[in-house]
């Protein structure tokens, strides 16, 4: 059982528990290509490249106990380098070779999720407010002895509901067992769970990702059980993406609507709780972002069903203005975190910057009576009612004037070059006279 991959996996799981990714220099990557990784997949050494080389319809027979942790690694170098088809492949099928997804402990969280409108669910006690934490923080010093031994039970019955089913399973069990006893089977298992979820919850909505979308589902719910409380938080905020990309803003019943709002709110509880900031940030945004969304939706049914158009919030209750401006303290306190401790890259801090500005700007828009309008995706926050670029069509919080004309505005510059060459260089003299 090479450490090796194994080191690989537990680095790139821990990456995913904070919702920072997995990033690997060029070195280790080629390193893991070349030496690693065959005979499931080449490795282009002038391109620094891997390339699927994996047959879809090899025996299982034919696989060794290796090949499981191969398929995982080769799945997060595919994701690394940016291909997402060929990731979730690879980890989908060294999942199967793990957790067998007809066996009776999958078939049974697959029908957990379906009576739950597939929206998965934080353990009873897994998520509770600030003073709560401080308490059970406080019964864990007094009680650490009892804890640890329900710990422990909580860890064993776990287990036990994922004991490894098939000849390989078994024998990568005991390959553990005998080279790396500090990796037991149900670690590997839930990395595995937390990789695909990391490769597919993430990306945008393909044929593909669709088809896997519940079993990504089934992913995020296996990892909300484990007793890795760490792993949680960005499992929780991975399904409510998921969840936000399999439905419109239009198609989301009650239930599932009740169900989801439990989701987000203890996926942000848990996020403060175990200083989570990114989750914690990310998830507020986006769970503010569709309260408006559903809201809209729900003040013009059934219209909004059997219309095309986005559905517009002319009229904010009290209850989600106080929602909002409840999530931006919460998503402004994530933030000053991140930069006191200059926990990710700049780029991806200014994006979490430009959503609570939006966030902010969208309570400042409800509080004088204005209208929002429901976003396009779900999964990005929504627009308010500003005027849309003159190239794209895509609306922005700020827009770039023309500054002859005043008359066209733009996202970009690129939009402003572009419809200077194709449309308003010809126009722009006209618009500026009428000024």
């Not at 080449?42 to 080389?53: D, F, I, P, V």
């Not at 009229?315 to 998503?331: C, E, F, G, T």
């Amino acid at each position: 059982m090479p450490p090796g991959l194994l080191h690989t996996l537990r680095g790139a799981a821990r990456g995913c528990d904070g919702s920072a990714g997995v990033g690997m220099g060029a070195e280790l990557f080629g390193l893991l290509a070349s030496s690693c990784l065959q005979p499931i997949a080449g490795y282009n050494e002038r391109k620094h490249s891997l390339w699927m080389k994996y047959p879809d319809g090899s025996e299982d027979s034919q696989f060794s106990p290796c090949t499981p942790l191969q398929l995982l690694v080769a799945g997060v170098l595919m994701k690394v380098q940016g291909d997402t088809d060929d990731a979730l492949k690879y980890l989908s099928r060294g999942l199967c070779l793990l957790w067998d997804p007809s066996a009776p402990p999958a078939m049974a969280l697959g029908a957990r999720l379906a009576a739950a409108h597939w929206v998965p669910c934080y353990p009873p006690g897994g998520a509770s407010s600030g003073a709560d934490a401080a308490a059970e923080q406080q019964q864990q010093q007094q009680q650490q002895g009892r804890q640890r031994s329900q710990q422990e039970g909580q860890e064993g019955q776990w287990e036990q509901a994922l004991q490894p089913a098939t000849l390989l399973a078994r024998a990568v069990a005991a390959g553990l067992a005998q080279h790396c006893p500090s990796v037991r089977f149900a670690d590997l298992l839930r990395w595995a769970h937390m990789l695909r979820l990391w490769a597919g919850g993430a990306a945008q909505p393909t044929p593909m990702h669709m088809v896997l979308q519940q079993h990504l589902l089934c992913d995020a719910q296996a990892v909300l059980d484990s007793p890795a409380p760490g792993s949680r938080p960005a499992a929780a905020m991975w399904a409510t993406q998921l969840v936000l990309l399999s439905t419109s803003w239009a198609g989301m019943g009650a239930a599932q609507a009740s169900a989801l709002e439990r989701l987000f709110e203890a996926a942000i509880e848990a996020g403060e709780r175990e200083q989570c900031w990114l989750v914690m940030v990310q998830t507020a945004l986006s769970y503010a972002s569709w309260s408006v969304d559903h809201q809209a939706a729900v003040q013009q049914r059934p219209a909004a069903q059997r219309s095309a158009q986005r559905p517009r919030l002319t009229s904010m209750p009290a209850w989600l203005l106080a929602r909002l401006r409840q999530l931006a303290q919460r998503a402004q306190h994530g933030l000053d975190e991140i930069k006191a401790g200059r926990l990710v890259p700049r780029p991806m801090r200014k994006d979490m910057e430009n959503g609570l500005k939006g966030l902010q700007h969208d309570i400042g828009v409800a509080a004088r009576g204005g209208v929002l309008t429901a976003s396009a995706n779900p999964s990005t926050f929504h627009m308010p009612d500003t005027p849309a670029c003159a190239c794209c069509g895509d609306r922005a919080l700020v827009l770039l004037k023309c500054s002859a004309c005043k008359a066209v505005e733009y996202c970009s510059k690129d939009c402003q070059r572009k419809h200077w060459r194709e449309a308003h260089k010809a126009e722009c003299g006209r618009l500026t006279a009428a000024r």
